[in-house]
């Protein structure tokens, strides 16, 4: 039964990466048909893009911090 | 804040901890001693709080590795800033800055103008100061962590709480400064039907609370986060036994990492910043037309 947590840990950690790469993703391909339509918006989208990513990121980073936790207790 | 309180001889177990979890955990906790790897450590003055004292009694107040980082980034601050102040106080109007005095105006006029103004707008200047020293901590605390021997005090989810803290009780000051006891109450209530109440009350005083833990976990998990990973890479040729692996992915993918954390240490304490003066904004701002003031400031 030991090793159901690093399975566990393992489908973690992937999941939290494919919903945080998908969400950045998102929030990429947006950022860049925004400047490329309003180039002089470029800034302001910017900024918006880096913290909407650093909150996704956040998310996934609850998620990892609980698998590590897993696979190291 | 509250730690466990130190069990003598708790770093005694120095014998089991070679598999690599137990050298990572070992390497992202806090701890006693401050290791400088082969030529020994120095051990840290453990204290704590006497078991008769009411209230704290048995907390433990021991000079950690953390502790000791975050008094030398203090002093590394204290010391930056009296010399640029004083330069900047010996230059005349129409001089430009150099050296040092140059680089750290170029942050303090980003935070001042690109963070404070454009997310607080009116009145930012109460809050530059504080937002100017959680912005140079966070940084100072995160290049540190990455100096070899160092340690991430940011990496410490009770020194992130700590931080988050102040940004919760500067957040919510301003906004009972702004609209006093009254409009504060009223926000609670986001203008809704007074049937309602009921739900959109606790469901704001809840918002209020998830905004610092956010920040809490944000910060502490990025710089652990970054740690573990070049750990968990350099442990990939042990754990394979070869120096194949070392060579091809090992070294180079440790050092990109490396090298991506010191971008990481710049936009994890420019988050920290952007998000706590961007909760003030929303604390503060006044309700109707603070849309077109935003723009307005936005393209000053």
Redesign the interface.
């Known amino acids: 039964m030991e090793g159901l947590a690093y399975v566990g840990a393992g489908f973690g950690a992937g999941l939290a990466v494919i919903g945080a790469g998908l969400g950045i993703g998102n929030i990429a391909a947006s950022a860049t048909e925004g400047t490329a339509r309003q180039p002089e918006a470029a800034s ?1 989208i910017r ?1 918006t893009m ?2 909407a990513a ?2 996704i ?2 998310v996934a ?2 998620g ?2 609980i698998c ?1 936790l897993l ?2 207790k | 804040m509250a730690t466990a309180p130190a069990v003598p001889g708790e770093h005694s177990g120095e014998a089991e901890a070679e598999t690599p979890g137990a050298v990572i955990m070992h390497h992202v906790m806090d701890s006693n001693e401050f290791a400088f790897e082969p030529f020994g450590a120095v051990e840290l003055p453990r204290m704590s709080i006497p078991a008769s004292v009411p209230l704290l009694g048995g907390l433990d107040i021991s000079i950690t590795k953390r502790v000791v980082m975050i008094w030398i980034v203090a002093v590394a601050l204290v010391l930056i800033f009296s010399i640029v102040g004083s330069k900047y106080k010996a230059m005349g109007v129409r001089q430009a800055p150099s050296g040092m005095a140059n680089t750290m105006e170029a942050l303090v006029e980003f935070i001042r103008l690109d963070v404070a103004k454009a997310n607080i707008g009116h009145g930012f200047e109460k809050h530059t100061p504080f937002l100017l020293t959680v912005f140079m901590f966070i940084l100072f605390c995160n290049l540190f962590g990455l100096i070899p021997y160092g340690s991430t005090a940011t990496g410490d989810i009770n020194v992130t709480l700590t931080l988050s803290v102040f940004s919760f009780f500067v957040i919510q000051i301003a906004s009972v400064r702004a609209h006093g006891v009254v409009g504060f109450l009223k926000h609670l209530t986001v203008g809704t039907h007074w049937a309602l109440w009921i739900i959109m009350v606790p469901i704001e005083i809840i918002g209020l609370f998830t905004k610092p833990f956010a920040l809490t976990v944000r910060l502490f998990a990025n710089m652990a986060a970054g740690h573990i990973v070049i750990l968990s890479l350099i442990f990939i040729s042990f754990i394979i036994k070869s120096y194949v692996a070392a060579a091809v992915v090992s070294v180079p993918f440790a050092t990109f990492i490396y090298l991506l954390e010191i971008f990481v240490a710049f936009l994890q304490a420019f988050i920290f910043t952007m998000l706590t003066s961007l909760f003030i904004g929303l604390a503060t701002a006044h309700e109707g037309g603070h849309d077109e003031h935003d723009t307005a400031v936005a393209h000053h």
Request: charged share 20%; net charge negative.
């Open positions: 302001d900024t880096i913290i650093a909150l990121e956040g980073l609850f990892e911090v590590v696979a190291l």
